[in-house]
């Protein structure tokens, strides 16, 4: 089967070369990435796996620019990643909804920062919740929402800005299974009309499967690029799709990878990318 790679010539929307992040946890020096390099295509929408304390939303940070890289560099449309910027948006695992704010108020703040004028920003926040399904409750208040339509909100109000690039640190990691089931439908929908780039991190593999077009595993800390898998399943994808042979064959492929390693990893080799639905 062909690599998709080389047959994929969108442009390179995301790239991290040899970067290494460094922090000081109680007094020592902890490495939590090293040499990892990666790329993520225009508007593909890409799962960062691995156990653990293994510098997954350590490297969302860093794309986004929150934190800075030890060495190496990362690049967002060919730009050097310095600081956060207006071409990225990222979604945290909790809301961080302001409690006086209506779910209007809260989609409209990030515009109000950037000074757009406040009737312009009200329509393009209220396009927003339209299209997250929350237009009975513009009005309403943070408690007064379900966790499921406080992460709807957080996800339009990353939206409205037009990002560039999507990151999302576990987003659903807070909500029970059943919700966190139909908010990745929702975020799929909600993905499928623009297409925008988008790096998710989660520990639910199924979670990843079904969301992405390629899912990354990184090694344990520190964190490196161990393996990827091209997930060969067609969109729009419905979650009946997780009960089918061919799903249950990537999940145990990847649960496989991720069990495989538990201590240093140094050296370990990328593994050749699994495309076509070719899992075994």
């Known amino acids: 089967m062909p690599d998709d790679r080389a047959v994929d010539d969108r442009a390179q929307k995301v790239i991290v070369q040899d970067v290494v992040i460094r922090y000081e946890r109680a007094g020592f020096a902890v490495t939590a990435v090293e040499g990892l390099s990666l790329s993520v295509r225009d508007g593909e929408f890409v799962a960062v796996v691995g156990q653990s304390g293994c510098g997954k939303s350590t490297l969302l940070k860093?794309?986004?620019?929150?934190?800075?890289?030890?060495?190496?560099?990362?690049?967002?449309?060919?730009?050097?990643?310095?600081?956060?910027?207006?071409?990225?948006?990222?979604?945290?695992q909790d809301g961080r909804l302001l409690?006086?704010?209506t779910v209007l108020g809260n989609i409209m703040l990030p515009l109000e920062g950037r000074g757009v004028?406040?009737?312009?920003?009200?329509e393009r926040a209220m396009a927003l919740v339209e299209r997250v399904g929350l237009t009975r409750f513009a009005k309403a208040f943070p408690n007064q929402l379900s966790g499921g339509?406080?992460?709807?909100?957080?996800?339009?109000?990353?939206?409205?800005?037009?990002?560039?690039?999507?990151?999302?640190?576990?987003?659903?990691?807070?909500l029970d299974a059943q919700t966190r089931e139909y908010m990745q439908q929702e975020l799929l929908n909600i993905w499928e009309?623009?297409?925008?780039?988008?790096?998710?991190?989660?520990?639910?593999?199924?979670?990843?499967?079904?969301?992405?077009?390629?899912?990354?595993?990184?090694?344990?800390s520190p964190g490196r690029l161990r393996r990827e898998f091209v997930i060969?399943?067609?969109?729009?994808?419905?979650?009946?799709?997780?009960r089918t042979p061919q799903f249950h064959?990537?999940?145990?492929?990847?649960?496989?990878e991720i069990g495989a390693f538990g201590g240093d990893t140094s050296g370990a080799p990328v593994q050749p990318v699994i495309s076509s639905g070719a899992v075994a």
Do not use: C
């Open 249 to 256: 064959a990537y999940e145990d492929a990847i649960w496989s």
């Open 193 to 220: 009309r623009d297409r925008v780039t988008a790096v998710f991190v989660t520990h639910q593999i199924d979670e990843a499967i079904f969301l992405a077009d390629r899912v990354l595993v990184l090694s344990s």
């Open 62 to 92: 860093a794309i986004d620019g929150l934190i800075p890289v030890a060495s190496g560099y990362i690049e967002v449309d060919g730009r050097r990643v310095t600081r956060p910027g207006p071409a990225k948006a990222m979604v945290f």
């Open 149 to 174: 339509m406080q992460q709807r909100v957080n996800l339009a109000r990353a939206l409205v800005v037009n990002p560039q690039v999507l990151l999302l640190d576990e987003p659903f990691a807070a």
């Open 117 to 122: 004028p406040k009737a312009e920003a009200r």
């Open 99 to 101: 409690p006086w704010r």
């Open 232 to 242: 060969d399943i067609p969109r729009p994808r419905q979650l009946a799709v997780k």
